[in-house]
Structures are given as structure tokens and as C-alpha cells.
């Protein structure tokens, strides 16, 4: 049995979420090595992946009748797993990122309302003095600071949540090749 080399640097896709798997999530890293290597874990809707759309076009293929797959590559070599105690040991491992993004969803949700309230103060109204309208720019300026602060350290923690999920999902992915719970796939 081929020893699993995939990368733990930064996943080149991690989408997750209750989103259709067919919407534009995640985020994208140019900067790592391409050494082919992949996994997908789809649950229904949502999806969690180190690797590209193409891949998870290619595990959708092979879920099961309760809408569960963990499809990857390693080597050029196709496989999926089905065992239910690993996919929960994955799914478990990227909890708190998946907890992560939607919190930083909910923040950048809040920043939005806030900049449409920042443009309306400034383009003001006839009825507002000067002084009125500053005041409030002021006021929601300071709230979209601290927002972005509350952004800027929800992104470093799931930066480091992923990475520590990529690391156990790749220990997972070994031990379901070692135990022979990986089946071989064509492709």
C-alpha cells in the first residue's frame, strides 16, 4: 500500500459551510506546492476540501444513500472512504474552523450594515446639522474599526484551526490506506 503524501501546508480550497455546494466559498492559496494530492469530505450540502472544484466535482460522484463521502488522492491514485467512524473523526477535526468561518460570516455581515449606514451619514440629509452628521460618522467609523479588529483575529484563528484540521484530516487519510478502509476508485 502507497504511503499517503499529501501536503499539510495550506489547503488550495477549504469550502465549508450549510451553503449549496455549487456556490463560490473559501479561499484559494497560490503560494503552495501542487503535488496533485487531494481530499473531499461532502455532507449533503456542505463540504470541507484541500483541493479544487474539479475534485469535488469528482467525490459529489461517489456519495452515499445518506449524502456522505470522503473521497481523496494520494499519488495519482483515487480513493474513497465510507468507514463512519473515521468521517466523524474528520468531521470533528474541522468543527471549530467550520465555527470560525461562520462567526467571521456574521462579523462581515455587520460590517456591511454598518458601511451602508457610514454612506448614508455622509451623504447626510438638509435636516442634519454639520456637527450632527460628523458626530455619527465618527461614531460608526469607530464601530467598523473594532469590527475589523474582531475580523482580523477570528481570521488568524481559523487560519490556525484549518491548519490544524488539514494535519489531523491527513493522519485520517494514512490511517483509513494503512487499514485497508479506503477503497481504490477509478479515475
Not at 3 to 13: E, F, G, I, K, N
Not at 102 to 119: F, G, H, T, V
Not at 145 to 166: E, F, S
Not at 170 to 176: D, P, T
Amino acid at each position: 500500500m502507497s504511503a499517503l503524501a499529501l501536503s499539510t501546508s495550506r489547503p488550495r480550497h477549504v469550502a465549508s459551510g450549510a451553503r449549496s455546494t455549487k456556490a463560490a466559498c473559501g479561499s484559494s492559496a497560490q503560494d503552495i506546492q501542487d503535488d496533485g494530492d487531494a481530499y473531499v469530505l461532502v455532507q449533503g450540502e456542505r463540504h470541507v476540501m484541500h483541493g479544487t472544484t474539479d475534485d469535488l466535482q469528482t467525490a459529489q460522484r461517489y456519495i452515499n444513500a445518506n449524502g456522505w463521502v470522503l473521497w481523496f488522492r494520494a499519488n495519482g491514485v483515487q480513493y474513497v472512504v465510507r468507514d463512519p467512524g473515521l468521517l466523524h473523526r474528520l468531521r470533528t477535526g474541522y468543527a471549530r474552523s467550520l465555527q470560525l468561518r461562520a462567526a467571521q460570516d456574521s462579523l462581515q455581515a455587520r460590517q456591511q450594515a454598518l458601511a451602508a449606514q457610514l454612506a448614508a451619514s455622509a451623504a447626510g440629509t438638509p435636516a442634519q446639522t454639520a456637527q450632527g452628521a460628523a458626530s455619527d460618522t465618527r461614531a460608526l467609523a469607530e464601530q467598523q474599526r473594532v469590527l475589523t479588529q474582531k475580523q482580523a483575529v477570528l481570521a488568524r484563528k481559523q487560519a490556525g484551526a484549518t491548519r490544524l484540521a488539514t494535519r489531523q484530516a491527513v493522519s485520517i487519510l494514512r490511517e483509513a490506506l494503512a487499514s485497508g478502509r479506503a477503497t481504490r476508485v477509478a479515475g
